[in-house]
């Protein structure tokens, strides 16, 4: 069994309004700090509960330090930053194993997706409100944030609907 509907139906109200300031953060200063890292595992934390019920819910905290040290172990080799590696590990909770299909499309598709976004405001006069982003000359660095921030809020939305 995958997350439901009531499960996702708490979490977005929360997780919206995070990821979209871990997505500007990011995308302004190529950075995820570690007090939004705070704030969305509090929002687990505190509506959790509520959403999975006892149970499931501190089963699935487990989640959180198996992918932390995963994604650790990724960053020392250099093929992630941290601040990815601890927003990775911070969403995990949110993630149902059962659902991993899902969430690895929904994350190849948020990548892409905001890739395109971001190339077309970078190589654009769109750019111009939001000049100042580190992000546009970042090199061959890309702000996963935004990608990872869009990944939860789908998942979510899409089990609120379709479940």
């Not at 194993?97 to 499309?105: F, G, H, Q, Y």
């Amino acid at each position: 069994m995958g997350m439901t509907a009531q499960a996702a139906f708490w979490f977005l109200p929360a997780v919206i309004p995070i990821a979209i300031y871990i997505s500007w953060n990011d995308m302004r200063s190529m950075k995820i700090t570690n007090n939004s890292i705070i704030v969305l595992m509090v929002a687990y934390a505190l509506l959790g509960p509520f959403a999975f019920g006892l149970e499931m819910y501190l089963w699935q905290w487990l989640h959180f330090p198996i992918v932390l040290v995963v994604c650790m172990a990724l960053w020392s080799l250099r093929t992630m930053g941290g601040g990815d590696a601890k927003m990775i590990a911070a969403m995990a909770p949110f993630f149902v194993v059962a659902d991993l299909e899902l969430i690895l499309r929904l994350f190849a598709a948020s990548l892409l997706g905001a890739l395109a976004v971001h190339s077309l405001f970078r190589f654009t006069p769109l750019k111009k409100p939001v000049a100042e982003w580190q992000s546009w000359n970042a090199g061959r660095y890309f702000p996963k944030g935004f990608p990872l921030s869009m990944t939860l809020v789908l998942y979510l939305a899409f089990a609120a609907v379709y479940r």
